[in-house]
């Protein structure tokens, strides 16, 4: 497996330059993620770093070994935390370590930068990902055990354009890249970006606000 943690480190990076930037408005504002706002996924995207193995192998018993329950659990450490405070702890945490480190830092590659885009896509402030990071994501996100991009893709074949990425086989769903990792990921918003004759079934396979 490609190591991607260099990666993962630029997309925190990333994430906390948008973070810094970011008013008391705009941390209060609704994300992509149902009920969840900016500051609750932007302190998502480091909630596993601090545990140890013992805390980790316990927030996923508390939560079911639901991903979503699990998260919520997770997330729950840090609701005290101000938006100051969720810049610390970005920063603190911009080298994944414990759970998301894992796979070469594939998880916090791929978790990072689709959160990332909820954030920015909620908050109206686009950005273009770098190539070297998108294709990837795209990858990882289809075998990543937690997220639904795998079951929302069979038997589709996925062509992202504008980079040169492709994926499955079956009817196409064309489109940006960007769009395709969300609405894959199962990101309704996304799917006006795409086209083509597997749009119909990924359409009704995609619910309407992502979980976290």
Partial sequence: MAELMPFAEQERS???????????EQWAAPSLCEDWSVRDVVTHVVSYDELSVPQTVTTFLRGGLRPATVNEVALRRYAEL??????RL???CRRPRGLPSAMGGGIALTD???HH????????????????RLVPVLDFSLRAPTLPSRSNATGLRLVAED???TAGHGPEVVGPGEAMLMAAAGRAVALDELRGEGLATL???VGGTAAG
């Avoid at 330059?17 to 008013?23: M, P, R, V, Y």
């Avoid at 101000?82 to 810049?87: I, K, R, S, Y």
């Avoid at 908050?123 to 770098?130: A, N, S, T």
């Fill in 117 to 132: 885009q909820d954030v920015r896509r909620a908050l109206g402030m686009p950005r273009v990902i770098p190539r070297e």
């Fill in 82 to 87: 101000e938006p100051a405070d969720v810049v």
């Fill in 163 to 165: 980079i040169g990425w």
């Fill in 14 to 24: 990333d994430l906390l330059g948008l973070a810094e930037s970011l008013t008391p």
């Fill in 203 to 205: 359409r009704r396979r």
């Fill in 112 to 114: 990072g930068t689709i």
């Fill in 90 to 92: 970005v920063a603190a």
